[in-house]
């Protein structure tokens, strides 16, 4: 069920209205919204600036949270050193397929995707593109979405850490990739965090009215 | 200008009158295709009862283990707490610290602070630092990752299933439960009483 859409599509910042984020009060203007208190902006503060500085940021730790061991693993059949990769390549090669396709979803291709979208995103922000903006609000919502799920192999690590303590049947501990991997989903989720998509729409309306 | 229906969309800033909703039925913004508002009939009362289930789940959550591993004679339980202690110990203490946050603290702070906030509007009363509570809810629902934890607790058992016995625990079944129960109680969460009591 869709709301009435005003005669010309209007939008809140061009009404002169700021719309609080935590209660959706309407004001006029001011610094804190009068019916929560909380502080309010026409768009997220520095969104721009905020989101490059996190992807950056998350972009440069991918790289030792794919080339440094992620998992320790030292069992009967020997010592075994493993990044996320070659986890699953080793997942692969020892027959459980759905697993290594799940893991592989979840720690390479969203973070990879994630960054590049948001990376899309912000420059066809910056470069005032006006067009497929529905599109690019889908994206936005499905990157929001997806982020966290990236950490599902922080946690599968984490418990093979705390279960495998098997004496010299086997011993597996969390390796150094893990941490920066973990700072990865961090850092991703706060870059999308930090991107305003109503900026996107900001771009398309100067070019129409 | 009186703005009180009227409503913006948080995704594309576009303004839109607020109309009745049927039972059950959200409004979406006419542009970009965001949920604006949700309809709650009796909302808060369910959201309730499902939060203080979920206080339940997440205590029984963590008191049982998660999965038992039975190898050569030896055996190892595994707790959430029991998990986060052996990561700070063995010095993995950012780990430790990653997972003690999404899965302990952060549920903990998101079904507290809907039961903060449900329990006095149940009696007609404002609840007391309404705004920080509601925004310590907000901070909680994107920081928790339950679910992706259930998940993490499926492929981990899978991993081991073929080298050893890896049963899994009653908290497994507590999480998955927990998960269902905290998404439902945000869906039946009724903001619109919230902001709109005095």
């Known amino acids: ?9 209007l939008t809140a910042a061009a009404a002169g209205l700021l719309s609080c984020h935590t209660c959706a009060l309407l004001s006029p203007g001011g610094a804190r919204c009068p019916r929560c208190g909380s502080p309010l902006h026409r768009r997220k503060p520095d969104s721009l600036n905020r989101s490059w500085a996190f992807l950056i940021a998350s972009v440069v730790l991918y790289l030792p949270a794919n080339l440094l061991p992620v998992m320790y693993t030292s069992s009967l059949y ?3 050193r ?15 397929w759905e697993i290594a396709t799940i ?5 390479v291709l969203v973070p990879l995707l994630k960054m590049l979208a948001i990376a899309l995103l912000l420059v066809s922000v910056q470069a005032r593109w006006t067009g497929q903006p529905e599109s690019r609000t889908r994206l936005y919502r499905a990157v929001e979405f997806v982020g966290r799920w990236s950490i599902l192999d922080i946690y599968v690590v984490a418990l093979l850490a705390t279960l495998v303590q098997l004496g010299s049947f086997g011993h597996i501990a969390a390796g150094p990739g893990a941490i920066f ?12 965090m ?7 729409w900001d771009a398309a309306e100067r070019s129409n009215g | 200008m009186n703005v009180a229906h ?3 969309c948080h995704d594309c800033d576009l303004l839109q009158r607020r109309r009745p909703l049927p039972e059950g039925g959200k409004a979406l913004c006419g542009r970009c295709g965001a949920v604006l508002y949700r309809s709650h009939p009796r909302g808060n009362e369910r959201a309730l009862a499902l939060a203080l289930a979920g206080l339940f789940l997440f205590i029984l959550a963590n008191y049982f283990p998660i999965a038992t591993l039975i190898l050569g004679g030896e055996r190892v339980e595994a707790t959430l707490y029991g998990a986060v202690r052996h990561l700070y110990r063995t010095e993995m203490r950012l780990l430790a610290g990653m997972v003690f946050v999404t899965m302990i603290l952060m549920p903990s702070i998101q079904l507290a602070a809907m039961c903060w906030l449900l329990m006095p509007l149940r009696r007609g009363h404002v609840p007391q630092a309404r705004t920080l509570a509601y925004r310590a809810l907000e901070v909680a629902r994107t920081w928790g990752m339950v679910e992706v934890f259930v998940l993490g607790v499926l492929v981990t058992l899978v991993k081991l299933a073929h080298v050893a016995d890896a049963i899994p ?3 497994l079944g507590s999480f998955g439960a927990l998960m269902l129960v905290i998404t439902a109680a945000g869906l039946s969460f009724d903001e619109e009483e919230l902001w709109s009591r005095a």
Request: proline letters at 5%.
């Open chain 1, 194 to 200: 930090a991107f305003d998509p109503r900026l996107i």
């Open chain 1, 1 to 9: 069920m869709e709301p009435g859409v005003s005669a010309a599509p």
């Open chain 2, 6 to 8: 009227l409503v913006a």
């Open chain 2, 169 to 171: 625990g009653v908290a």
């Open chain 1, 78 to 80: 020997g010592a075994q």
């Open chain 1, 82 to 96: 493993d990044t996320i990769l070659s986890g699953i390549v080793y997942l692969w090669q020892d027959g459980s």
């Open chain 1, 103 to 107: 893991v592989f979803i979840a720690s």
């Open chain 1, 181 to 192: 991997f973990g700072a990865v989903v961090v850092l991703t989720m706060l870059a999308s």
